[in-house]
């Protein structure tokens, strides 16, 4: 089983998904909102959430 964290920002009413990517052997790439450049470190207006994705492989 593998979890997934999916970032969402909410700064346009909607919570819009993050755009992350996830390298294998290294260190996942912080997401970032394309809209207001938030990200979950630097979350000035407190927009960003998260949920996670159990995924089944078998
Ligand atoms: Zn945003």
């Known amino acids: 089983m ?7 920002c909410n700064c346009h ?3 819009q998904q993050l755009d ?3 390298l294998y052997d290294q260190e996942a790439t ?3 909102c394309k809209h207001c ?4 470190l630097s979350d ?3 927009t960003i ?4 994705q159990e995924e089944w492989d078998d």
Do not use: C, I, N
Not at 2 to 8: D, E, H, I, N
């Open 2 to 8: 593998t979890v997934y964290r999916q970032w969402f």
């Open 13 to 15: 009413g909607l919570p």
């Open 20 to 22: 992350s990517e996830v």
């Open 30 to 32: 912080e997401p970032a």
């Open 37 to 40: 450049g938030a990200t979950p």
């Open 44 to 46: 000035p207006k407190k």
């Open 49 to 52: 959430s998260f949920r996670d």
